[in-house]
Every structure is written in structure tokens, then in C-alpha cells.
């Protein structure tokens, strides 16, 4: 005969768990563990995104209500950049906008200046995913702006590589 096993898997990100969403909620205190469970919480959202991104929409629900709970505005902002990219990639791109303009608006009520930068990047990406090329160089060139004025290297270098693709997507490529 043949023998077979099973073998029952449990699979979960870092940081996505209803008992670590609960404690940051019930806490009324803003810790630096809480700001590393919700970096956690919105990197497992970012990693969800391409294969479930119904799980992600609902994990960055979930991050909102405890952001805004928590007055956690970087969090936030994090929240909606991330909504707003889920639903450039399946082609919402009115949704995407509102998303990252409301991740933008916090940012910049809250002198955010990784926030702004980041706000502008992904609006540049939408514009460039609907060939709105003119509006996607616009956002871009802020962004760089922002990341070069902050010193913040490697956020400008990121814009930077989504400038040249702006560029080859419209078929300049010098």
C-alpha cells in the first residue's frame, strides 16, 4: 500500500496576528513597540498585495482604525500609500489617487517629509500606469525634490528609477 502523510501548515507573516493587533489597540499609550507593530503590520499588508490583495485591503482596515486610535499619523500615511498601490494594480486608478492623496494630506499636516516624498513617488506611478505622462513627471520631480532636500538617499535614488521609467515607457530613452 502506500502510505501517505499530511502535513498541516500554519503560514503567517510577522506581525499579522489578531492578539498583536489587540494589545496595540487596548494599549492607550503609544510605545516604540507599538510603532514596530505597526511597521509589521503594514509590511505583511505590502507582501499581500499581489497574491491576496482582498487580505491586505482588509489588514490595512485594520491599520487605520488603530493608527487613527493611536495617532499613529506615519502609520497612517503608510495605510493609505499602500490602499492607494493595491488598487493602482488592479487598475482602480481613481481609488489609488484618493488613497495617496489622503496618505499626502496627513503627511504634510504633520511635517512628514519621508511621508510627502512617498505620497508624490506612488502619484507618480499612478499617472504613469494610465500613460498620464506630463502629471507622472510633475509628481516625480517633487518627489525628488523632497527626498534630495531631506537627504534621504535612498528614498531619491527609489524616485529617481521611477523617473527612468517614466522616461522609457515614453520611449526617451537618453
Known sequence: GILIILFIVKFEYPGYSHDKTNAVLQSRV????????FKQLNDSAWKLRNYDPNK???????????????????????????LGI??????????????????FNIASENKDMVGTGRSMNNLAEVYRFQHQYDKALEYINIAIDIHKKNKQVDLHAISCLNLAKIYQDMGKFK
Not at 503609544?30 to 507593530?37: G, K, M, R
Not at 490595512?60 to 499602500?82: C, F, G, P
Open 56 to 82: 491586505a485591503v482588509l489588514l490595512l482596515d485594520s491599520i487605520i482604525k488603530l493608527a487613527k486610535e493611536k495617532k499613529q499619523n506615519k502609520s497612517l500615511t503608510v495605510a493609505y500609500n499602500n
Open 86 to 103: 493595491i488598487y493602482a494594480n488592479i487598475g482602480d486608478y481613481e481609488k489609488a489617487i484618493n488613497w495617496i492623496l489622503k496618505g
Open 30 to 37: 503609544v510605545s516604540d513597540h507599538d510603532s514596530l507593530i
